[in-house]
């Protein structure tokens, strides 16, 4: 496995942008996604992308976030606006070697992705 890389995480205030960023390699035309967790609860789906470009958002942030990504550079990116206290985690980029829509790869990552270490976002109100 490569490792995946996060960048870009830190603390705003309620109502600011801020964009993350993953160095994902080999897995840029696959399966890729963002999840974030807190502590004492799940790690959960924030947004996905698939092979086919295809995009999957969780209903808290649909609206505010915007998946995306660079072929050339091999990076995942995760736009974040209007961001609200409860946006704050631990928020961790994933990928699967698989060619699947956003709607799949939620079972995919999740059933046998690789995973970057974390990147801390807080937002304060």
């Known amino acids: 496995q490569v490792p995946l890389v996060e960048s870009g995480g830190g603390s705003v205030q309620a109502g600011e942008s801020l964009r993350v960023s993953c160095s994902v390699s080999i897995y840029i035309r696959y399966c890729m996604g963002w999840f974030r967790q807190v502590p004492g609860k799940e790690r959960e789906e924030v947004a996905l992308?698939?092979?086919?470009?295809?995009?999957r958002y969780a209903d808290s942030v649909k609206g505010r976030f915007t998946i995306s990504k660079d072929n050339a550079k091999n990076t995942l990116y995760l736009d974040m606006s209007s961001l609200k206290p409860e946006d704050t985690a631990m928020y961790y980029c994933?990928?699967?070697?698989?060619?699947?829509?956003?709607?799949?790869?939620?079972?995919?990552?999740?059933?046998?992705?690789?995973w970057g270490q974390g990147t801390q976002v807080t937002v304060s109100s």
């Open positions: 992308i698939g092979s086919d470009g295809s995009t």
């Open positions: 994933a990928a699967r070697i698989i060619f699947a829509g956003a709607q799949d790869c939620r079972a995919y990552i999740r059933q046998g992705g690789t």
